[in-house]
C-alpha cells in the first residue's frame, strides 16, 4: 500500500492585512503548523538522550553562581517616558507611543523549576498594561497563573496572539480580549501611531499529549515612524531573518534570546546561541541588541554567566554594535535608542 499523501492547507486570520506580496499564510501539514514549508516535530529521544549523557561543563554549571542583576522598585510602571524593562526571561515591559505591552509574561516559577532571579516588584504592582504579547505557547511563555494576574490588575486588557492560542487565552481569562495572527499579518487592534505584526519564528508547539504543532508561534515587529522594534520570541537560526528584514528593513532595537542552547543536539532547532543570536541581528541590520532568555531559569546545560560573557566578547570584536545588557528592572530609554 502506497502512504496516503500528506494533507496540506495555508491559514491566516482572514480579517487581518497580510503584507507580504504573495504570501499565502502559514502551512498546515496533517493539521500541524509547520516552520516555514517544513515540518519539524522534536525527536523526543533527545530528550532521554541529555538526561542520560554527562555535561562537559558540569563542575563550571555547578561552580557558576551568576544572576542577573536586580534594580527594585516600581517607578516604571507609572512613568511617562516611552522604555523598555526586561523583568527577566522573556518578559519585557515596553511602552512605545505612551502604550504599554508586556511580552510573554512570566511572573513566577514553573512547574519544577524555581526562578532563579526574583522582580524588580510584586507582579501585582504591574499595572497600566495595554497590551499582552504572546510569541508562543510553550509554559515558559504563555503562563496561565500570570495572564491572571496580569489581567486582575489591568481591567483593559487585550491580547495579541499567534493564531489558534485562543483556546489556551480563554483557560487563563474567560474575558480577555484577543486577536490572533498568522506570519505577516498586522493587527489591527492597537489605536495610536504605531503598527504590530507578526512575523516568523523557527520553533514548535507542545503542551499536552495530542495538541503537537497546533498552536503557532513567531515574534513580533512594532513599527513607529520613528523606530522598528523587533522581539524575537523562542527561535533557532533558519531562513526567516533574512525574509524579515526584507520585509521591514533594518531593526532600530533586537531583543534577542541567547539562552539555553545547550546540547546543541536538543536545542539547535529550539533556541538561539549567542554566535547565532549576533548573526541574526547582523542580518537584521539592528541598532541596538538587548538580550533575554537567560539566567532566570535553569534550563540547559551551559553555564549561567555564559550567554553573556560570550555575548561581551563578540562585542569587542566588533562584529557587533549596540549591545546592551540591561539589570532587571533597569528602564531603558527609547529617547536613547533612536
Not at 36 to 53: A, H, T
Not at 55 to 71: C, G, I, L, R, S
Not at 98 to 107: A, K, S
Not at 317 to 330: C, D, F, R, V, W
Request: charged share 20%; aromatic share 10%; with cysteine.
Amino acid at each position: 500500500m502506497q502512504n496516503k499523501a500528506p494533507r496540506v492547507r495555508h491559514v491566516n486570520n482572514p480579517k487581518l492585512e497580510t503584507i507580504k506580496p504573495g504570501y499565502k499564510g502559514n502551512k498546515l501539514v496533517n493539521n500541524q503548523f509547520a516552520n516555514g514549508d517544513e515540518l519539524y516535530i522534536p525527536d523526543f529521544s533527545n530528550v532521554i538522550r541529555w538526561k542520560l549523557s554527562p555535561n562537559p561543563q558540569k563542575e563550571e554549571k555547578k561552580a557558576d553562581e551568576f544572576t542577573p542583576p536586580v534594580v527594585k522598585g516600581n517607578s516604571f510602571i507609572h512613568a511617562p517616558e516611552d522604555m523598555i524593562v526586561w523583568l527577566g526571561h522573556a518578559t519585557f515591559l515596553i511602552r512605545i507611543k505612551g502604550i504599554t505591552f508586556l511580552t510573554d509574561p512570566l511572573l513566577y516559577d514553573l512547574p519544577l523549576i524555581k526562578r532563579r532571579v526574583g522582580l524588580p516588584c510584586e507582579p501585582e504592582e504591574l499595572t497600566n498594561i495595554d497590551f499582552i504579547l504572546l510569541s508562543h505557547a510553550h509554559r515558559d511563555h504563555l503562563d496561565t497563573r500570570s495572564i491572571k494576574t496580569v489581567c486582575r490588575n489591568n481591567p483593559h486588557l487585550k491580547t495579541l496572539a499567534p493564531l489558534q492560542a485562543g483556546p489556551l487565552i480563554r483557560s487563563a481569562s474567560k474575558h480577555l480580549p484577543y486577536q490572533e495572527a498568522g506570519w505577516y499579518q498586522r493587527y489591527d487592534i492597537v489605536p495610536g501611531e504605531l503598527e504590530i505584526y507578526f512575523v516568523p519564528a523557527s520553533h514548535w508547539h507542545r503542551r499536552g499529549l495530542l495538541d503537537m504543532n497546533k498552536v503557532l508561534w513567531g515574534g513580533f515587529v512594532i513599527k513607529t515612524k520613528e523606530q522598528t522594534l523587533y522581539f524575537a520570541g523562542d527561535t533557532g537560526f533558519n531562513g526567516h531573518f533574512e525574509e524579515i528584514a526584507d520585509v521591514f528593513g533594518p531593526m532600530d532595537i533586537c531583543l534577542m534570546p541567547v539562552g539555553a542552547y545547550k546540547p546543541s543536539f536538543l536545542m539547535q532547532k529550539s533556541h538561539l546561541n549567542p554566535h547565532e543570536a549576533v548573526r541574526a541581528y547582523n542580518i537584521l541590520r539592528g541598532g541596538t541588541f538587548i538580550p533575554m532568555h537567560y539566567g532566570t531559569f535553569d534550563l540547559s546545560d551551559e553555564p549561567a554567566s555564559e550567554p553573556v560573557r560570550l555575548l561581551e566578547q563578540i562585542a569587542a570584536t566588533g562584529l557587533m554594535s549596540g549591545l546592551k545588557i540591561p539589570a532587571i528592572g533597569e528602564p531603558v530609554m527609547l529617547r536613547n535608542l533612536a
